[in-house]
């Protein structure tokens, strides 16, 4: 089973960037490279799918579809969500 995340941002954040680094990293470690689907939305060129999903800042976090981080998580919540996601 593959976990789609998407990191949805604004271009120039460079607080998107070191998110999107950091996160992208602990996703691939616990799940492995072959299991996750990492895109980067550009909040500017899919502004409808970020307001379908309830983007309301940025960075936020989608997880199969699901808008689960509103806001950068810290390391420990996002390891967290993961854990969850395998344990479903």
């Known amino acids: ?5 998407e ?3 604004a271009p120039g954040c460079g607080k998107c960037a070191v998110a999107q680094a950091k996160l992208h990293a602990i996703a ?3 799940l492995g490279e072959d ?3 990492w895109r980067e939305v550009n909040v ?11 983007v309301l800042s940025m960075p936020a976090i989608a997880v199969n579809g699901e808008l689960k981080f509103s ?8 390891r967290a969500m993961l ?3 395998e344990h479903s």
Do not use: C, Q
Request: negative net charge.
């Open 44 to 54: 500017l060129e899919e502004l409808d799918y970020a307001v379908s999903l309830g």
């Open 28 to 30: 691939t470690t616990m």
């Open 7 to 9: 990191l949805i941002a």
């Open 1 to 5: 089973m593959s976990v789609r995340i």
């Open 71 to 78: 806001s950068l998580p810290t390391p420990e919540r996002f």
């Open 83 to 85: 854990s969850s996601l």
């Open 35 to 37: 299991a996750v689907v």
